[in-house]
């Protein structure tokens, strides 16, 4: 999933993604940035092209890893649940209530 895509299904707006991760999400998205920025720096690429390929490359080694441990314990690893419990109240049902 992109970041924007992954606040949506989490059901964020303006809070951090990373602080609504749980420690597993943490970790696997720390695994393919820093598979990535190992491969850029044992192949060096150059340009943009390049630079995607390693990108997905490191993206793809957390997705292993995700989809190995999401096969061990039996459950999806990333959910829908967001790490600090954020609630949206509708500002204008709040207000409805008020009167």
């Known amino acids: ?3 924007k895509e992954y606040k949506n299904f989490k059901g964020l707006r303006k809070e951090s993604l990373r602080d609504n991760m749980s420690d597993l999400e943490v970790a696997l998205t720390d695994l393919g940035e820093i598979a ?3 491969l850029v720096k044992t192949h060096k690429p ?3 092209k390049e630079n995607k390929e390693m990108a997905k ?3 793809n ?3 292993v890893a ?3 441990l999401e096969e061990k314990l039996g459950k999806p690893v990333i959910t829908k649940q967001n790490n600090l419990g954020y609630k949206y109240v509708d500002n204008e049902k709040l207000i409805e ?3």
């Open 46 to 48: 150059h340009g943009l």
């Open 61 to 63: 080694v957390a997705k």
């Open 36 to 38: 990535t920025r190992e």
């Open 1 to 3: 999933m992109t970041a």
């Open 57 to 59: 490359a490191g993206g």
């Open 66 to 68: 995700k989809d190995n």
């Open 97 to 99: 209530a008020e009167k």
